[in-house]
């Protein structure tokens, strides 16, 4: 189904008109989950305003001067999330995907030299044969490293799908909300508490004048946080 009920959409998408159009463009399967992604569709047209309708959407997206993590994206449905770089050509413009203070979806402007750098987090590890380690990202790729010096909840700056820069979960931490009720803030970890049985891992961070305590799955490790 390509289309979804704009009643039913989910609350982070930034569009203005629930009622009224009655349908809104749903983003193909991928690494995002539905509430989590949003479509270029929705970011050319309502986000950016460079398109009025899905045709013009599709216009532009077949120049192949829309660019996600650094490929060619030519499908107006094609799902961005959460940490993504979209970059446009034409304009020269690029910015990165994050939530504003209405927790819904925004674009961050970001530099050119910035464009190539993308945050992930360790979500697990996979042992394979010979005793390589898979690090499986959060952004769906793998990467095969020869010491196992990493932590799950880790983040990596990659550049071209190489790592730039090790981001450790640790006290310290300047950390970035992408789930809960405190998600689109940011903080610097304070304390982690370790988790028992199947409790959920639990981190103190200080963002602002508030100390906030929530899942530590919750918070992603970045480097600088992203203002408009």
Not at 21 to 33: A, D, E, S, T, Y
Request: glycine letters at 6%; hydrophobic letters at 35%.
């Amino acid at each position: 189904m390509s289309h979804l009920k704009r009643l039913k959409a989910p609350r982070e998408w930034p569009f203005y008109q629930r009622k009224g159009k009655k349908f809104i463009v749903r983003p193909l399967p991928g690494q995002h989950k539905l509430n989590s992604s949003i479509t270029m569709n929705l970011i050319l047209t309502e986000m950016l305003s460079y398109a009025k309708t899905s045709r013009e959407c599709k216009k532009i997206l077949n120049k192949g001067s829309v660019l996600v993590n650094g490929k060619t994206i030519k499908n107006h449905r094609f799902g961005v999330g959460l940490m993504d770089i979209i970059s446009i050509k034409d304009t020269n413009e690029h910015f990165i995907i994050l939530y504003d203070k209405h927790q819904k979806f925004s674009l961050f402007p970001i530099k050119k030299n910035e464009a190539d750098d993308l945050v992930v987090r360790i979500a697990n590890k996979t042992i394979l044969k010979n005793k390589k380690v898979q690090l499986n990202l959060s952004n769906g790729y793998n990467l095969l490293v020869e010491k196992d010096v990493y932590k799950t909840g880790d983040s990596f700056i990659l550049n071209k799908n190489k790592i730039k820069k090790h981001l450790k979960f640790e006290r310290g931490a300047l950390v970035y909300f992408i789930d809960g009720k405190h998600k689109g803030k940011s903080g610097i970890i304070e304390e982690i508490i370790v988790s028992t049985g199947f409790t959920p891992g639990k981190i103190t961070i200080k963002s602002d004048k508030e100390k906030i305590t929530t899942r530590k799955d919750y918070a992603l490790v970045i480097e600088k946080v992203f203002k408009k």
